[in-house]
Structures are given as structure tokens and as C-alpha cells.
């Protein structure tokens, strides 16, 4: 029998190349992987770093996990990008089944008020904050690889940066107190732009 899966949610961070609509493409091909990364604030990165040591810890005191090798760190699901850490979550798209069938999966995403939007979304760009509802999944594939798959069960925006757009918070702007009304010099007609 099959032990029962670490399920959570994490906090709210910044979530960055997020492939959640299509499957993340390397090289032109198709990975079937559902993927996004996920920057969280310190207090729920230990938290999540702790969830993680724990099932791992489970794992090597299992009967598995002491008839294997280990030649490295286990992979925890953090990845280093710009002397950033990120949490890397993945969902396989299509799952093969032994009787044969294959079942095609999507990533469930939800608003804010717990509404699901994955028909309304049309990209989330870098920056958008939300959460993520995962599973913590040990896994060993040789005496190299090895560690604590991070799977994405689905995800809450709860506020969402357009995919390629630009907000006024994404380029360093703030609220100011002050009201200015800006006037224009001259016309600026249809043939402007």
C-alpha cells in the first residue's frame, strides 16, 4: 500500500515562469509538465523548507529509504535563479496508465474569493502573487538523483500581473499623495500613435 501524501498550501509569494496553461516547452518540445516557481517570504520558506526535511526524513527511515545509496544533498525543490531561491512546483499533463488510458490533467486555478478562473486566465506573468496547493512526493531514481518532489494540485491568484504587461508597481512606482492633474500642451489626435 501506497503511503499517503503530504498535502498543503503555501503562503502567499511571487510566482515567476509560470507554465500552468500549457506544458513547459524545452527545445521546442513539450516537457508534459505543468510548472511555475513560487518566492516566498522567509517565515514561509522555513516553514515549507521544515514540511520538506520532515517527509524526507520519513522517507529514509522507511524500508525504501534504507535499502538505497545516497551520494548527495536531496533535491528539496529549491532552485537558484538571480541569487534568488525559488520553490519549483510541477504537474504532469498526461499521466499513462497501466490499463493503457492516458488522463490528461489541468491545473486548477482559482481567484481571490476561491472562484475558479482557469477558462478566464489567459497568462500570469511574473510578479503575480498567489498560493500554491501541493503535495510533497520522496522520490529516488538512482544513488544521484533523488529528494522531495514539489506537486502543484493547483494555485490562487490573488493578484494577477498580465502575462507580458507592465504595471506601475512592476517598474518601481508607488502610490503618491499628492494629486497632480497632468496637461497636455497640445493635441494629440488618432494619427499620433
Not at 515549507?48 to 529514509?60: G, H
Not at 527511515?61 to 545516497?70: A, L, M, Q
Not at 496547493?133 to 502543484?152: I, Q, T
Request: charged share 30%; aromatic share 12%; net charge negative.
Amino acid at each position: 500500500m501506497a503511503n499517503k501524501l503530504k498535502k498543503g498550501i503555501t503562503g502567499t509569494g511571487e510566482i515567476f515562469f509560470a507554465h500552468v496553461l500549457k506544458p513547459e516547452e524545452y527545445q521546442g518540445k513539450s516537457t508534459n509538465k505543468f510548472s511555475l516557481m513560487l518566492k516566498l517570504a522567509e517565515k514561509d520558506k522555513q516553514k515549507l523548507l521544515a514540511e520538506v526535511d520532515a517527509e524526507w526524513n520519513k522517507f529514509m527511515e522507511s524500508e525504501e529509504g534504507r535499502r538505497h545509496k545516497y551520494k548527495y544533498e536531496y533535491a528539496n525543490g529549491i532552485k537558484q535563479y538571480k541569487d534568488d531561491e525559488f520553490f519549483k512546483f510541477k504537474m504532469t499533463h498526461i499521466l499513462h496508465c497501466r490499463s493503457g488510458r492516458d488522463w490528461e490533467r489541468h491545473v486548477p486555478i482559482f481567484d481571490a474569493s476561491c472562484r475558479e478562473i482557469s477558462n478566464e486566465v489567459t497568462g500570469i506573468g511574473n510578479g503575480s502573487k498567489g498560493k500554491v496547493a501541493y503535495e510533497l512526493a520522496p522520490f529516488y531514481v538512482s544513488d544521484k538523483n533523488y529528494g522531495v518532489a514539489l506537486r502543484m494540485t493547483g494555485i490562487q491568484i490573488l493578484d494577477l500581473v498580465e502575462e507580458g504587461g507592465t504595471s506601475a508597481s512592476a517598474l518601481g512606482f508607488g502610490q503618491e499623495e499628492e494629486d497632480t492633474n497632468i496637461e497636455v500642451p497640445f493635441d494629440v489626435g488618432e494619427d499620433d500613435f
